[in-house]
């Protein structure tokens, strides 16, 4: 069992407000999990008085301080991280460029509005679909970058930015038979480990059947990830 004596844990009693519990019945469990979200930070701010509040997703695992990444916040109200998909990935942009995994608010006025504007839009609409410029509770904070001042994108690690001690950077080590394959003037992207390809000196069908595979390309790269860690 942890020592962790700054733990606080809050039960969903605690929160749910009288507009939570009113949608509750028309949301399935994960869009009702996603509607708490910006609720559980108003609660955290308001209940505990807190200068800044951060909320991480469970299934985060930190390798080194994340100082550096609340540091980068310094000056600003609001910290999005982004997916920074993948070139082949950039469809899934339609969910949200912004991944909720990480999401920094400071108990100031500009931080305020913005967090109590997204628990407001979670309440009208909080659904696993896409519907115009809306999913779930994600393509919201698309809306924050844009709708609120003091709105800064933290990166955390990206090209040009020292990679905090101890963080894993998987770099763009391309052998020689897949240079050109990616597009150019893209660096600092990552790439994904080359996969076995179909005869023929047909490139588009090697790239399409290199996209076509992106979850075994993801393995790869967890594996190669461990492999450095041991």
């Known amino acids: 069992q942890l020592n962790l004596p700054n733990l606080r844990s809050v039960s969903l009693a605690e929160f749910e407000s009288p507009e939570l519990l009113a949608v509750k019945p028309t949301r ?9 979200t910006p609720h559980i930070i ?3 701010i308001e209940q505990f008085s807190l ?4 909320y991480l997703d469970a299934d985060l695992f930190f390798f080194a301080d994340p100082a550096p990444l609340h540091a980068a916040m310094a000056g600003g109200s609001v910290g999005l991280v982004a997916h920074r998909y993948h070139w082949w990935a950039r469809r899934l942009e339609k969910y949200g460029r912004f991944n909720v ?17 997204w628990r407001n839009s979670c309440i009208d609409w909080c659904y696993g679909m896409v519907d115009g410029d809306r999913f779930a509770d994600q393509k919201y904070l698309d809306h924050i970058h844009g709708k609120f001042p003091g709105v800064v994108e933290i990166d955390p690690g990206g090209e040009g930015e020292p990679v905090p001690p101890g963080a894993v ?17 893209e660096p600092g ?42």
Request: proline share 10%.
């Open 189 to 230: 992207h990552p790439v994904f480990p080359p996969q076995q390809e179909a005869s023929g000196d047909d490139p588009g069908k090697r790239q399409r059947q290199r996209c076509n595979r992106p979850l075994e390309g993801q393995r790869e790269i967890l594996d190669d990830a461990r492999r450095r860690l041991r």
């Open 42 to 44: 108003r609660h955290a």
């Open 101 to 117: 995994g990480w999401v920094s608010f400071r108990a100031d006025n500009v931080g305020l509005m913005a967090a109590y504007w």
């Open 28 to 36: 399935g469990v994960g869009e009702y999990c996603w509607t708490c």
């Open 169 to 185: 950077r998987l770099q763009d080590e391309i052998p020689e038979e897949r240079a050109g394959h990616d597009p150019p003037g």
């Open 51 to 54: 200068p800044a509040v951060t």
